[in-house]
């Protein structure tokens, strides 16, 4: 298994492009989830879904759009990138009741 | 508003020392907390506790939990150069894998 991967693995935008982060696990887990990463901020929960056509917003959703049209696949996009979303995003998936599995994070910078 | 607080921020020890990491939480609908290792990439998953007392072991790190107390702690023994890392402390809300992260202990480890 190739478990959680993610693309690109560094990104740079301009403010007000749009792009999607691409997350996709191979596991057959019901539940994924994105995070971004601060420093000095800890991970925080941006979207995450408990199945294909299920999603839910997490605790810093602005911005950012998801959907989950298949078990395998749950893309973030950026609808107009702005600095303050210069951050490492990761993408996790867990099947129910169990702890999360990351995947190895894309670093995206927002100028 | 969900909490979760990690102590210390960092740490320095000698190698062989042993390390107790510390973890509370403030959350409404708890369901499990779970500890992560993050080097230089993606959190790997540690433990998950979902009852108290009952402690988890894996080789030298262990861990429990006091659901009265609302506190977990993460224990090193005989810590080697390989544990320097952050270690990060989450609690899964519900049953979709929402999690609340800590702002981690960063842990270096000297010979």
């Known amino acids: 298994n190739a478990g959680v991967t993610q693309t690109p693995k560094f990104q740079v935008l301009k403010t007000g492009q749009s792009m999607t982060l691409q997350c996709a696990q191979d596991m057959n887990h019901e539940y994924m989830s994105w995070y971004r990463q601060d420093p000095g901020m800890g991970l925080r929960l941006i979207h995450y879904s408990v199945g294909a056509g299920i999603t839910d917003q997490g605790e810093v959703p602005n911005g950012y759009n998801v959907s989950r049209s298949t078990t395998e696949d749950f893309p973030l996009r950026l609808l107009s990138a702005a600095p303050s979303q210069t951050s490492v995003y990761f993408c996790?998936?867990?099947?129910?009741?169990?702890?999360?599995?990351f995947g190895p994070g894309t670093r995206l910078t927002v100028l | 508003e969900d909490k979760v607080v990690q102590s210390p921020l960092s740490l320095v020890v000698h190698e062989g020392d042993t390390v107790t990491l510390n973890c509370s939480y403030e959350?409404?609908?708890?369901?499990?907390l779970l500890w992560y290792k993050q080097e230089k990439k993606a959190p790997t998953f540690l433990f998950m506790l979902?009852?108290?007392?009952i402690e988890k072991k894996s080789g030298r790190l262990s861990s429990i939990l006091d659901k009265k107390e609302l506190f977990s702690i993460l224990n090193i023994t005989t810590t080697q150069t390989g544990d320097s890392a952050v270690y990060l402390c989450a609690v899964d809300r519900l049953a979709a894998s929402k999690l609340t992260f800590g702002t981690g202990t960063r842990l270096q480890v000297t010979l």
């Open positions: 959350v409404t609908n708890f369901r499990s």
């Open positions: 979902t009852s108290s007392g």
């Open positions: 996790a998936s867990s099947p129910q009741g169990r702890g999360q599995y």
